[in-house]
């Protein structure tokens, strides 16, 4: 079984995060990054990752975040991917898109393309990161692994992206949520978090380009401009090299990176309303302290189930349809795609999903699979010799 620990793990001096106390008469936290307007709640620590069906019961189903100390070591890439030589052997040729800058101002970033090799020659001297879906077709997916929490029990079918961070540090997210559960493993360096609750999601000011992204500045706030900022309370929590964080899905989320060499792994996944445990063993003694990632991959009929699904916050019950819109904020691109999903799982037309209805979705269309489609971003070539003026507009990836 796995207990709470009773690290010391709020001590603001050993992390980025320094809560101020006003020094004039503004609101707490003016022009400050967030989390300097109030304390945050603690956030559950852990020192052993749980069961697959205790992590669904006690942390997906509830939409509670949790970290989880030293899980990712028992990974081999926790050793060899600390290695630059040992990736740019094995990957070097690998043409990936690169962020040119390591502070996320909002949803638009400038990308190029360019090989791994070059990168990992730039990273230390260069404002750049890699924040990459590899969960289709590059081979490094090949070498992650998933904890025992999600071991067995269907989770690794439920898989949507797999995503590779890496910088040298000092990178910062903005604030925005994405719409899947989130396991983020920490292979190198150090990451401070600032989580708020997603039941909480709708007092943030909404970015005009992204419905998951806000507009505020995460690193100044202005708290005459967005006085609503004064009032979200947050989750803190501060992770080293080895530890794991889950991040509920639709939860906004504040990062910042140590000034270390950064990299982890996030596995995204949905959930629907129930898991078949039936290939867990019975004895827990028995999970596997990891298990390949391998490649599977959510179906298009169990990914709309389990977006559904995840907009009623205990995966059971109804959802009226008020409530289904304004919760589903970030899943679809337009307000109006909202109203067509729900008229298409409603059959009886009474303005409330209920699981059985949502269990009677046996086929997903085409026009039905493209409304949850993200906004594409445009990516650039750049010569190998690292010139970013001549840079070409290219299809996307």
């Known amino acids: 079984m796995f207990c709470v620990s009773k690290l010391a793990f709020l001590i603001f001096h050993t992390t980025l995060w320094h809560v101020e106390p006003a020094e004039s008469d503004d609101p707490p936290g003016h022009l400050k990054p967030f989390g300097n307007h109030m304390p945050p709640f ?12 205790e992590f669904l019961d006690k942390y997906i189903k509830v939409n509670k975040p949790v970290v989880i100390k030293g899980a990712a070591k028992v990974f081999d890439i926790f050793k060899t991917w600390k290695d630059d030589e040992y990736l740019r052997k094995k990957y070097g040729k690998w043409i990936s898109p690169i962020e040119l800058a390591k502070i996320e101002s909002g949803p638009e970033g400038l990308i190029a393309r360019m090989p791994f090799s070059w990168f990992l020659s730039n990273y230390k001297k260069k404002d750049l990161a890699i924040l990459r879906d590899i969960a289709s077709t590059n081979p490094m997916r090949d070498e992650i692994s998933v904890l025992k929490s999600m071991s067995c029990g269907g989770f690794k079918d439920l898989l949507t992206d797999v995503i590779f961070i890496f910088s040298s540090g000092s990178g910062e997210s903005a604030i925005h949520w994405d719409p899947a559960e989130n396991m983020h493993c920490l292979l190198d360096g150090t990451k401070d978090w600032a989580i708020i609750h997603r039941k909480d999601r709708h007092i943030l000011p909404k970015s005009k380009e992204s419905s998951m992204y806000t ?36 939860s906004p989320h504040y990062v910042r990176s140590g000034d270390s060499r950064n990299m982890a792994i996030s596995v995204w996944f949905v959930v629907p309303g129930s898991l078949n445990l039936t290939d867990c063993p019975e004895d827990e003694a028995d999970l596997p302290d990891s298990a390949p990632v391998g490649r599977g991959h959510v179906s298009r009929l169990d990914h709309i189930k389990s977006m559904v699904y995840m907009l009623i916050n205990d995966r059971s019950g109804n959802i009226s349809l008020p409530t289904f819109i304004e919760n589903g904020v970030g899943l679809y691109q337009l307000e109006e795609f909202g109203y067509m999903i729900f008229e298409a799982i409603d059959e009886n037309e009474d303005e409330v999903i209920t699981s059985e209805e949502i269990e009677a979705l046996t086929d997903v269309s085409e026009e039905f699979w493209n409304v949850f489609s993200d906004n594409k971003k445009e990516y650039f070539v750049i010569e190998e010799n690292g010139n970013i003026k001549d840079m070409i507009k290219k299809e996307e990836l």
């Open 42 to 53: 603690e956030i559950d620590v852990i020192d052993t990752p749980p069961t697959p069906q």
């Open 215 to 250: 507009s505020v500045n995460q690193s100044s706030i202005d708290m005459y401009n967005y006085p609503v900022m004064q009032d979200i309370p947050w989750y803190h929590a501060f992770i080293e090299a080895g530890d794991c964080i889950f991040v509920p899905n639709s």
